[in-house]
């Protein structure tokens, strides 16, 4: 079956209102149940506790609680390359972006501005330039982490779907990542000069979170809404926690700069870590 097929289900299901339920159990703070709850999605998805902060599945009030989990100090060195991995999870698809294309799957790319929600002038500071897709699985830590230094300059929440992100869903769902609810963070850099991480919602994801503002449960309007900070205001060093997911999603890196060497390790389909070395500038850049 392709997987075009595979997904036109996904157009039906009332994916709002799934994620909206699961939304809600996460939150909830039930005791042994949530206990169960949590030792069951441990098992089926074969997650590694001895790397977290609290190891005991029992201290986790909720399931949320969980799923956002600390690291262990140490568990993700931090490499001394340009750029590091902001998170764990599978490589998607990176390299340079086509004018203002950039590849989503065999077959399928989407534009700069349709992901950025619509700003002509924001995506045009990243035409030519490079990109990296995470896809974050049920198993993987889902925290979320500057790949370099960086100031906060605006936030931008896009409305939009919640097909699921998994591969299947990423080869099937024309323009997927442009067409999911989204949180677009605009960051200026002394590396890279700037660059921009975006969020991408799911089926299931109960919210999206980043540190300077808390969770992203926003109305459901259809209109984009934008946060404007002052120089400064939010500075983060390479490394520090930016945001996380309360379910696993997808996070698109933009940087202007087509001169940036991916690792030679990396490949789509290949897993990732945090703190890893992700790219470096070009000699002379």
């Known amino acids: 079956m392709s997987d075009r097929r595979k997904v036109l289900p996904q157009y039906v299901l009332p994916k709002r209102g799934l994620t909206a339920f699961a939304g809600r159990v996460a939150s909830r703070e039930r005791g042994a149940t949530t206990t169960r709850l949590v030792r069951w999605f441990v098992r089926k998805y074969g997650v590694d506790m001895s790397e977290a902060k609290v190891p005991d599945i029992a201290a986790y009030r909720s399931f949320n609680d969980f799923f956002t989990r600390a690291l262990k100090e140490g568990a993700r060195p931090i490499a001394a390359a340009d750029l590091v991995c902001p998170v764990d999870g599978t490589i998607s698809q990176f390299g340079r972006i086509e004018h203002d294309q950039i590849l ?93 991480l975006t969020l991408v919602g799911a089926t299931i994801v109960g919210s999206m979170a980043t540190v300077w503002h808390g969770a992203m449960r926003l109305p459901r309007v259809r209109r984009v809404r934008e946060w404007h900070y002052a120089a400064g205001a939010v500075a983060l060093k390479k490394g520090e926690e930016m945001g996380r997911f309360m379910l696993g ?16 390790a990396w490949q789509p389909g290949g897993p990732v870590r945090f703190g890893a070395a992700m790219a470096d500038l070009a000699p002379g850049k």
Do not use: W
């Open 104 to 196: 989503q799957a065999k077959g399928h790319r989407y534009s700069t501005t349709a992901l950025l929600g619509g700003d002509h002038e924001l995506a045009a500071r990243f035409h030519d330039g490079s990109f990296a897709t995470l896809y974050l699985s049920p198993k993987d830590y889902h925290r979320i982490h500057m790949p370099c230094d960086g100031t906060l300059t605006r936030m931008i929440h896009v409305p939009g779907a919640l097909f699921s992100v998994n591969p299947t869903t990423a080869r099937g769902v024309p323009g997927l990542f442009a067409r999911n609810e989204r949180v677009v963070c605009v960051f200026d850099s002394p590396v890279v000069g700037s660059f921009v």
């Open 249 to 264: 999603s997808t996070v698109v890196l933009l940087c202007p700069n087509s001169e940036l060497r991916f690792n030679p």
